[in-house]
């Protein structure tokens, strides 16, 4: 199974500052096509999960231009430019090149 | 509007049985893979199963091979998942997700499976 680590555990942030989250996979999440098979997704408090940032570096509709994704292989950041408020949740990386999908452990983002 | 919507949830004892639904409505289910993805309390996300569009390739987690049964009957538009000898670590609250472009894209709101005594 690819194993996801994602760091930091918590990550306290200012509105309007900026914030990464990083993510590594214990294989290379790299495609034929050249894509990479990962996904962010942001969980608010008492909700399902919802995608951010799909095969590594596009946004998903309807996500603000404030999120990102970049990175390649095995290392991944998601970056927000200027936090806001509605930010604040749990931050989950998962690989989905092959089952078991498996997630990072999360990053919990919480207003200073 | 595209939606999944889960039900079956309920508290059920250990060795106990609980069948899952998941509804969906807004798109045509048999187009798509489909994923269940369950959360512990206070906790992360983990994968359970996965099947193909027709019903024909299954995969399980290694911890809920044996004891659950995924299913679909796309006529109905529903998922389904058979929880069999049902264990305390299996408590979690319960989501279906759409596989799309990649991704999980779609996802319910979830069902919350509690197993005690």
């Known amino acids: 199974d690819i194993v996801m680590t994602q760091s930091p555990l918590s990550l306290p942030v200012t509105p309007g500052e900026p914030a990464s989250i990083s993510c590594r996979s214990s294989?290379?999440?790299?495609?034929?096509?050249?894509?990479?098979?990962l996904v962010w997704y942001l969980q608010k408090p008492g909700q399902s999960p919802q995608v951010l940032i799909y095969?590594?570096?596009n946004r998903a509709s309807g996500v603000p231009d404030r999120f990102s994704g970049s990175g390649s292989g095995t290392d991944f950041t998601l970056k927000i430019s200027r936090v806001e408020a509605e930010d604040v949740g749990v931050y989950y990386c998962?690989?989905?090149?092959?089952?078991?999908?498996?997630f990072g452990g999360g990053t919990k983002v919480e207003i200073k | 509007e595209v939606q999944l919507v889960e039900s079956g949830g309920d508290l059920v004892q250990p060795g106990g049985s609980l069948r899952l639904s998941c509804a969906a409505s807004?798109?045509?289910?048999?187009?798509?893979?489909m994923h269940w993805v369950r959360q512990a309390p206070g906790k992360g996300l983990v994968w359970v199963s996965r099947?193909?569009?027709?019903?024909?390739?299954?995969v399980y987690a290694d911890s809920v091979k044996g004891r659950f049964t995924m299913s679909r009957d796309n006529a109905k538009n529903t998922l389904y998942l058979q929880m069999n000898s049902l264990r305390a670590e299996d408590t979690a609250v319960y989501y279906c997700?759409?596989?799309?472009?990649?991704?999980?894209?779609?996802w319910g709101k979830g069902t919350t499976v509690t197993v005690s005594s």
């Open positions: 807004g798109f045509t289910l048999s187009s798509y893979w």
């Open positions: 997700a759409r596989f799309r472009s990649g991704f999980l894209d779609v």
């Open positions: 095969l590594g570096s």
């Open positions: 099947i193909n569009s027709d019903g024909s390739s299954i």
């Open positions: 294989q290379s999440l790299l495609r034929s096509d050249g894509s990479n098979s």
């Open positions: 998962m690989q989905a090149l092959q089952t078991p999908l498996t």
